[in-house]
């Protein structure tokens, strides 16, 4: 995308977005709520026209013909709640230009990979959330895209369906697909995302890969739990702040400049040290204070 605008109203809702997704890299669109991330996917996809800027595909103004060849899975789900699960599908790549024959077996697959395989002939309303957030996913992969956009495709998942749907949107990455999902809970996607665009009021505020991005900041913590309440010792250390200091885990903020390991032995002579672990910013941190930006120090708390 580059350099796209849309306002509705008065209200900004993205104001000179340039974003790249490659094939073969899981890409995270990531930011707060009201950040802009399902405008920037709607006009993406071609739902909204941008006020400005444009959508390249290949390098080439984006076509109807480049974006059948694309799944969407919307934020709102768009199932019929009376249609069976396995018809559902089938639907959906019929709808995408599928024979009956090839949508049927497409189906059978997806709902195997997504474990859904044994509520085929459930009404969809019969599924719990989670399940119908799976198989919101299978409609939107049935016809095999190139491209593949999903917004919020983790809200509302449980640890195991977080685990299942990551290996599922991994192994289409390598085998090619261009693969873009938004997401506001930043530290759950952390893993799995190679390369981020964060969004903050309609701009983008950090890009990049994630691991580049989180030992570049510079920023590094030490996690601490020390057998004292004694704070002291942190006297010796003017450069390290505190971000937390919770009954057993005390996170320090150690700049560039200061020896984690100095701090390290400083905690050691104040009291007996339990545990320790030097840590890189989540990207929640490198949000705040990439969003934050010179001006507005305090939202970085
Ligand atoms: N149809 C609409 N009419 C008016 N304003 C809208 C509309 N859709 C979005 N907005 C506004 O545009 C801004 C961006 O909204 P958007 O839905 O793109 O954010 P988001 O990053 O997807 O948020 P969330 O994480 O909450 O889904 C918000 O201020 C929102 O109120």
């Given amino acids: 995308?580059?350099?796209v605008s849309h306002a509705f109203g008065d209200r900004v809702a993205l104001d000179g977005v340039s974003l790249d997704v490659s094939p073969g890299v899981l890409t995270g669109l990531l930011g707060p709520n009201g950040a802009g991330k399902t405008t920037l996917m709607r006009v993406m996809l071609g739902?909204?026209?941008p006020a400005r800027g444009e959508v390249l595909c290949d390098g080439r103004p984006v076509g109807e013909e480049d974006r059948r060849r694309w799944g969407y899975m919307p934020q709102?789900?768009?199932l019929y709640p009376g249609m069976?699960?396995?018809?559902?599908?089938?639907?959906?790549?019929?709808?995408?230009?599928?024979?009956?024959h090839d949508a049927t077996t497409r189906a059978h697959a997806l709902l195997?990979?997504?474990d859904l395989a044994d509520r085929w002939g459930d009404r969809t309303d019969k599924l719990s959330g989670g399940m119908q957030q799976r198989l919101q996913l299978a409609t939107s992969l049935v016809h095999d895209p190139e491209v593949i956009v999903l917004d919020e495709p983790f809200a509302g998942l449980d640890p195991v369906a977080v685990e299942?749907?990551?290996?599922?949107?991994?192994?289409?990455?390598?085998?090619?697909?261009?693969?873009?999902?938004?997401?506001?809970?930043?530290?759950?996607?952390?893993?799995?995302?190679?390369?981020?665009?964060?969004v903050d009021h309609g701009r983008t505020v950090l890009e990049g890969e994630v691991a580049q991005l989180r030992a570049a900041s510079g920023r590094r913590q030490l996690r601490?739990?020390?057998d004292t309440a004694d704070r002291a010792w942190l006297g010796g250390f003017p450069a390290v702040t505190v971000i937390s200091d919770e009954a057993d885990d005390l996170r320090l903020d150690v700049p560039v400049g200061t020896e984690p390991l100095d701090v390290?032995?400083?905690a050691r002579r104040a009291g007996r040290v339990v545990d320790f672990g030097l840590e890189l910013p989540t990207l929640s941190q490198l949000f705040l204070a990439a969003a934050a930006g010179p001006d507005d120090e305090e939202r970085t708390g």
């Fill in 1 to 3: 995308m580059r350099d």
């Fill in 47 to 49: 739902v909204l026209d």
């Fill in 76 to 78: 709102e789900r768009g």
């Fill in 84 to 100: 069976p699960v396995g018809d559902q599908v089938v639907h959906f790549g019929r709808l995408h230009g599928l024979s009956r």
């Fill in 112 to 114: 195997e990979e997504l």
């Fill in 164 to 198: 299942s749907l990551s290996v599922t949107l991994r192994q289409r990455a390598r085998t090619g697909a261009t693969l873009l999902f938004s997401s506001h809970q930043l530290d759950l996607v952390q893993d799995l995302c190679e390369q981020i665009v964060m």
């Fill in 224 to 226: 601490l739990h020390v």
């Fill in 264 to 266: 390290l032995d400083g």
